[in-house]
């Protein structure tokens, strides 16, 4: 399914969170030994050595590497002896939790555990953004919330971009059941279908469907085709000279003072408001 046929509706079906964000600085010789149930485990090494011992696998990792730990597997972690800076092992952490469509943790699609070394521009950006949510984890803040996930999503896109060469969403998407990729592929190349239209295309009944859909989108097919013809609407005001009275019938509203009354419901103001508006800030 082409990433575009979910795109749109990323922010609400990517939710990503830390389950946990630490700085550490351990002294020569410290040690702990764990096994953490939820979340991935990421680290960054800032400065010295860290040993990483599971079963019969080690790791050392120094100043400029980068982690990457599945949840469940137990580990022992050490600090190594090095005598070049002022604690034997700094490292940043992070515990990723990135669920897409409100089932898959695309984290699961990373192989892991693994180490590698990231280029010097990447280790800097990352670095700057794992203090962030060290520094938003101390307040539960609406505020910190929201930036916190921000800064998350942010190192998630960059995990994926380093560790995988095909696209996130092309991925994630082939995790769907069949009626669901044909579900979602129709909508985006007909705005204006109706739901009966697609249960009928994913052969359920209609209870069935709705159940189904929301299970997979944590959302009613009703609200995903309203927000689809939203966004699509969107587009043809900001990029088209189409009239609002064009743009309801192409997109199968049932009329244009309809389309004006949800428009203005979810954005505040008018079609023609919204259009007034954006160009006027384009000169």
């Given at each position: 399914m082409p990433t575009s046929n979910i795109i749109s509706d990323l922010p609400s079906l990517f939710?990503?969170?830390a389950t946990w964000a630490t700085q550490h600085q351990w002294r020569a010789g410290e040690m702990l030994e764990q096994t953490h149930l939820s979340g991935?485990?990421?680290?960054?090494?800032?400065?010295?050595e860290l040993q990483v011992e599971s079963k019969s696998e080690k790791w050392v990792l120094h100043q400029g590497d980068a982690m990457l730990w599945p949840p469940g597997l137990h580990r022992v972690i050490h600090a190594g002896e090095s005598?070049?800076?002022?604690f034997a092992a700094g490292w940043l952490t992070v515990g990723l939790c990135a669920h897409l469509f409100g089932h898959l943790d695309v984290m699961t699609?990373?192989?892991a555990p693994q180490s590698w070394r990231p280029k010097d521009s990447t280790f800097i950006q990352l670095q700057a953004?794992?203090?962030n949510i060290v520094l938003t984890t101390r307040s539960d803040s609406a505020a910190k919330?929201?930036?916190?996930?921000?800064f998350c999503r942010a190192v998630v896109g960059i995990l994926w971009e380093m560790l995988r060469e095909d696209d996130m969403l092309i991925a994630a998407s082939q995790t769907l059941p069949e009626w669901l990729q044909k579900v979602l592929a129709h909508a985006q190349k007909e705005p204006g279908v109706t739901v009966a239209e697609?249960?009928?295309?994913?052969?359920?009944?209609?209870?069935?469907?709705r159940r189904a859909f929301a299970q997979w989108m944590q959302i009613s097919p009703r609200e995903y085709l309203q927000n689809q013809r939203l966004q699509t609407a969107q587009?043809?005001?900001?990029?088209?000279?189409?009239t609002i009275n064009a743009i309801a019938q192409e997109l199968h509203f049932t009329s244009a003072t309809h389309f004006g009354k949800i428009w203005k419901k979810v954005h505040g103001i008018s079609p023609a408001a919204y259009r007034d508006t954006v160009r006027s800030t384009q000169i």
């Amino acid at each position: 399914m082409p990433t575009s046929n979910i795109i749109s509706d990323l922010p609400s079906l990517f939710q990503v969170r830390a389950t946990w964000a630490t700085q550490h600085q351990w002294r020569a010789g410290e040690m702990l030994e764990q096994t953490h149930l939820s979340g991935y485990s990421f680290w960054l090494i800032e400065e010295g050595e860290l040993q990483v011992e599971s079963k019969s696998e080690k790791w050392v990792l120094h100043q400029g590497d980068a982690m990457l730990w599945p949840p469940g597997l137990h580990r022992v972690i050490h600090a190594g002896e090095s005598t070049k800076s002022t604690f034997a092992a700094g490292w940043l952490t992070v515990g990723l939790c990135a669920h897409l469509f409100g089932h898959l943790d695309v984290m699961t699609l990373l192989s892991a555990p693994q180490s590698w070394r990231p280029k010097d521009s990447t280790f800097i950006q990352l670095q700057a953004l794992m203090k962030n949510i060290v520094l938003t984890t101390r307040s539960d803040s609406a505020a910190k919330v929201l930036l916190r996930d921000g800064f998350c999503r942010a190192v998630v896109g960059i995990l994926w971009e380093m560790l995988r060469e095909d696209d996130m969403l092309i991925a994630a998407s082939q995790t769907l059941p069949e009626w669901l990729q044909k579900v979602l592929a129709h909508a985006q190349k007909e705005p204006g279908v109706t739901v009966a239209e697609l249960t009928q295309l994913a052969a359920f009944s209609p209870a069935q469907f709705r159940r189904a859909f929301a299970q997979w989108m944590q959302i009613s097919p009703r609200e995903y085709l309203q927000n689809q013809r939203l966004q699509t609407a969107q587009n043809l005001l900001e990029h088209t000279n189409l009239t609002i009275n064009a743009i309801a019938q192409e997109l199968h509203f049932t009329s244009a003072t309809h389309f004006g009354k949800i428009w203005k419901k979810v954005h505040g103001i008018s079609p023609a408001a919204y259009r007034d508006t954006v160009r006027s800030t384009q000169i």
